[in-house]
């Protein structure tokens, strides 16, 4: 059965940074597309990353490119969002998530997803 274990959260202020780490089971794994999702309360969620395995590519949302550095280490079957330069917009629920969707961004097209990690940013 498919799992993801997501872990990195906590409170900083503006400015700081923040590592988020996602280790998936092998079955999961498999999955083409592995990211991280956010949802701020009473707004939708949106993907934040996502790593294209199929032509190792990545893929990030405007409002975080330039500031977020997602990453994959095939031993360790884990996948990181580096957040460097953190605003309080960015606070919300981080989401690991593994299934078809980097291309589309479409929370539809996930598989699987982790419990969430909370991220809150103060000014």
């Known amino acids: 059965q498919g799992q993801l274990e997501e872990s990195g959260g906590g409170s900083v202020q503006a400015g700081g940074s923040l590592r988020l780490t996602c280790t998936a089971s092998?079955?999961?794994?498999?999955?083409?597309?592995l990211g991280w999702f956010r949802q701020a309360p009473g707004k939708e969620r949106e993907v934040v990353a996502c790593?294209?395995?199929?032509?190792?590519?990545?893929s990030y949302a405007d409002s975080v490119k330039g500031r977020f550095t997602i990453s994959e280490e095939y031993a360790k079957n884990s996948v990181y969002l580096q957040m460097n330069s953190l605003k309080p917009e960015d606070t919300a629920m981080y989401y690991c998530?593994?299934?078809?969707?980097?291309?589309?961004?479409?929370?539809?097209?996930?598989?699987?997803w982790g419990e969430g990690t909370l991220v809150t940013i103060s000014p």
């Open positions: 998530a593994a299934g078809h969707y980097c291309r589309s961004g479409s929370a539809s097209a996930v598989s699987y």
């Open positions: 092998e079955i999961i794994y498999s999955s083409n597309s």
């Open positions: 790593i294209y395995r199929t032509s190792r590519t990545t």
